[in-house]
């Protein structure tokens, strides 16, 4: 008597009958699809679909939906809290075929793209309209990754997250539905907002085959600064005050003085080596030109110093690169070492105390951790710089991690701004919401029963 | 033998040993908390209470969910689609009383409200901080009852909806408990965004008893501007133009020639009988001058003719009074008669064939029904000026306001931009949602599973 196939093996002959080589189960597809940027521990799914269109995502979800296999998305695999690590085994959807744009109206200032389109290739596209699309997380993530974890990045203070810009989505649910989300009116008050619920579901809740994408004009003018500060107070007061003062700045980040360290060594630069805010402005040629002396009269106000600034594209970018390149000057800090990047958020009035009280514990310690800010959402990054090999430093920087977030919550933010749940904070999830979870965990069982869609990840089931 | 009470009278009976003369069955209470401002059938509950805070709420609720009586909120009885009707009877929770600014922060331009703290309130209660709240539906709506239905208003093109301006929400859910939606970081990523599943869910999953609202800055200079066009396309090209340039404009409202020659002889002034736009603009003293210039030569190329300016503030509310007046000049328009408020959104590309195409259909109706629209976003409104006695008028209203959504929908627009679902549009959701309606229902039975959560309002159980 012949032992009875297990389910997901059958799924997967029913799988390849269909899609052929575009049904892979080798052993280094998987392993490249099990894990994310992260350092949580990878799991790989027993096969990989390169899919191409809805009715293929479709008709995959509905062949694993009957065999009860799991389902996991996969964009670009830039995510950092262990989001496509198949927990469970099961099919990874590989969507980055599926990467063209659908429609695009200029008039209605949108567009329509496949979820494997990448923010820099949608970018590209746009070139010459007039439009662009302005959310940038640091990689260059596909719109169906940054929509399933609601990503922000620079310039979220002006132009808003993933949550204001996804206008709506195609979406293959758990029982192998397609659903739209939204039409394209730009607003709405007709029943739940599913758009948003799906926006930042990671996966968990269903397969994204197509997202409307809210654009931006691009700006007449743009002009950016760098200025140094006293005390990241003074940075941190500065931010606040430019905002309570209606300047609508695009970017104003935020850089400690260990990553401008790490930054001037890496791209041999001469910054001074303190609190230093990255800024930058879009407007009319008018308008650009009064919101930059605003803000450098607040800025002067409270001990910043040697602004620079840069109005030609070129003097731009090269600014702009320095703060992009702070990975490359994090790794370049300690050979061998490998980058845990994590992220909280806290309301802007205690920004100062989480980063100093931040900056406090790091001292104890000898894992190094430069930090970057989107502060004028209340965002910050610390980039842990460890040997991943070393299971001390692992504990250590988990050891980190877990302070860093328990400060944020206690100060009444979140476990993390931009990069998601994942599995990696899924028990941060808990402690930020409490009962809340619950009734996350009642909407999940709601949408997905069988627990098929990315399980494993942001609840519990 | 005496007969078994009914649970809704056991319900009341317990309600009124803790709350006293605090819950009331009064027949006139009951009927005024019945109806809304629509012409909906009205509803009167079993009993109206008076809650003052989250825990007599979460006591309310607790003793209905015992029991399986239905329970709606209520805040100022302005909705528009029939949300407070009682159709399954129940007890009405009145929150008028939970009118208390919880905590302020100017630093982090936030603001806990109680839900029954109205839009001006708050705002009387902010003068002298710099700050201000934007979202303004005509009526002087509480907080609460525009988080539930995600009210927005004439400024939506600017500071958007309450979608993008309530950071979290305390709720009390179906089976009694408290949860809090976010903490107030001003952005997340942790978990599903439970914040925008409640804002707009019309009291269907949960009573809210507490709001987190961002606030924004009292702009330094505001300048208004009147300007009349030759025609509804030159008025909508405008606009379109206007939003592509990037001018961050506060306000861009239009109103039709029937609107204007209502408002006209209401308030006894002498603007042009053509389509009008109504404009504002926010930004320091240079930017708004910038703006207004860039506007009123983006006009002119499209028709626009008698600019009319209004800079200071008592110009500027004159101006302002006109259009708010609209509904008062439009209830003059035929002596005796009611009005019903629709709107639909579409995405602004189509917004002039969709009120061409709207005005070409009431022409050939006997009803007036002038137009206003917040046509930055693509939103206008219809208002019947209908004998509410005379049922062929109410099934002509009826009939031509099917068309009309209809006509949304077909342009990729949504039966309604502002006033929500009620019961009034809940079958025109399932014209809009189709499958995704399923998902919508799946998620109220999940969260609400005996569905006595306002029910019989945007999905039928």
Known sequence: MSARPKPVDTAIDILRQRFGERLSTSAAVREQH??????????????????????????????????????????TGTSLEGHVAALKGGLCIDVAQMNQVVRLSVEDMDVTVQPGLTRKALNEHL????????????????????????????????YGTMRENVLGLTVVTADGRVIRTARRARKSAAGYDLTRLFVGSEGTLGVFTEVTLRLHPVPEAISSAVCSFASIKGAVDAVIQTIQTGVPIARIELADDVQMDAINRHSKLDYKVAPTLFLEFHGSEAGVKEQAETVQAIAAEHGGEGFRWALRPEERSKLWQARHDAAYA?????????????????????????????????????????LVGHVGDGNFHLTFVFKSEDPKEVAEVERLNERL?????????????????????????????????ALMRSIKLALDPHNLMNPGKIVRV
């Open 127 to 158: 070139k010459g309209t007039g439009l662009f699309f302005p959310i940038d997380p640091g990689a260059d993530a596909s719109i169906g990754g940054m929509s399933a974890t609601r990503a922000s990045g620079t310039n979220a203070v002006r």
């Open 330 to 370: 994090n790794k370049a800090l300690r050979a061998g070492c490998g980058l845990w990047a994590t992220d909280v958020c806290v309301p802007i009035s205690r920004l100062t105390d989480c980063i100093l009280e931040t900056k406090a514990d790091l001292a104890t310690s000898p894992i190094p951790a430069p």
């Open 34 to 75: 099990g894990h994310d940027e992260s350092y949580h521990g990878a799991a790989p799914p027993d096969a990989v679909l390169f899919a191409q269109s809805t009715e293929e995502v479709q008709a995959a979800v509905q062949v694993c939906a009957a065999h009860r296999v799991p389902i996991i998305a996969y964009g």
């Open 405 to 437: 977030v328990m400060r944020a919550l206690a100060m009444g933010g979140t476990c993390t701004g931009e990069h998601g749940v994942g599995y990696g904070k899924i028990d941060f999830l808990t402690a930020e919401h409490g009962e809340a979870v």
